[in-house]
């Protein structure tokens, strides 16, 4: 379990937990899931020595579950955030080599196999922050990374530029729940790029190698990603109504505004993923469609092409027809010339019959195939 308070300007590491958290800011425990279980009545000492009230039985189950939905929930003292972050490469990697096969690269639309998520949760309260995170989350690092790049050390604390520094624990969640958001922002040029190549080998000329059953997984993944925006928007929209409602009273008019506005922003940029998910699955749709539609007009080449071909011998058997019936008397029968007379009138019939169809542009290559 790790303990920064954020006071003043500055931030400061410590060992146990404060007496009483700062007047003028607040205190943030977190820690990984897989030691909530150990920590609690730690951490239930905590929340009610510095935010007034333990927490709740079932919030703290849900805390505890790796495999929450986003959700938001609340009390009288503190609010309740489950948020699901996309998975890192590294997590990712380690959940497929542990079960089933791992996705080769190579493979289309390899990207949308990849579409992991892991659940962050957040209890807030008026000068308490308490996170828990997957084990190795990057998420609570990136942020003391950050805070720490430009810092100086003074009397024991890491004195960071006001500005730099969240005003309040509903801050620095929206600020960590922002970064979560944009890690599936930057999911969009994966996803994207692996479209885009999957569209162009489906609607290569001759192209017989589609993988249909990626195409399936990637649709069944979107379907996935879209009901998991749907649910952190949900989540964040129900916490945006409720500090509308119920503003924290520790904080100035102005910070409450720039809670509000960092809250919309982060809303925005969940309904920006959610948009884009819809437009790849559109996409998607769209270039099967084109991909059936190409193929019918190159059967309909070859079919035009075909039977151009057999009007050019439907004379050609006609005469060979005729001159092959049992009759004693026909022309040319008995002439001597009569085989080449026939065979050149087949020919030039042929030839002629051949040059209208090629004006015609009955025989002409498709620029599709």
Known sequence: MHIVEFASGTLRFLEQVPEA?????FVWIYLDRETLQEELPRLQEAALRLGGSALLDLHVQDLLNGAHPSNYDYTSIY??????????????????????????????????????????GFATFDHLLITVHPSGCFTA????ERYLADAVQSDGAVVVSRSRLPASPSDLMLRMINVMVDSYLDLRKDLSAEMDRWQQELLRPRSETANWNALLTARAELHTLEDLCEEQNDAMQEWLDTAREQPPMALSQAERDGLIARARDVIEH?????????????????????????????????????TALTAIFLPL?????????????????HVQLGFWWALGTMTLIAVALGVVFW??????RSSAR
């Open 21 to 25: 958290a700062p007047k003028a800011g």
């Open 79 to 120: 609010d309740v955030v489950v948020f699901r972050r996309l998975a890192t490469a590294r997590e990712v990697d380690v959940e497929l080599n542990g079960g089933a096969a791992p996705a080769n690269p190579a493979n289309s639309l390899a990207a949308f196999q990849r579409i992991r998520t892991r659940a962050v």
């Open 141 to 144: 690092r990136s942020f003391i």
């Open 270 to 306: 969940i309904q920006r993923v959610v948009h884009h998910v819809r437009r790849i699955e559109q996409a998607a749709e769209t270039a099967v469609q084109i991909h059936f539609s190409a193929q019918s007009h190159r059967t309909n080449d070859i079919m035009r092409t075909l």
């Open 317 to 333: 058997n006609l005469i060979a027809g005729i001159f092959g019936m049992n009759f004693e008397f026909l022309p040319l029968i």
């Open 359 to 364: 004006r015609k542009r009955y025989l002409a």
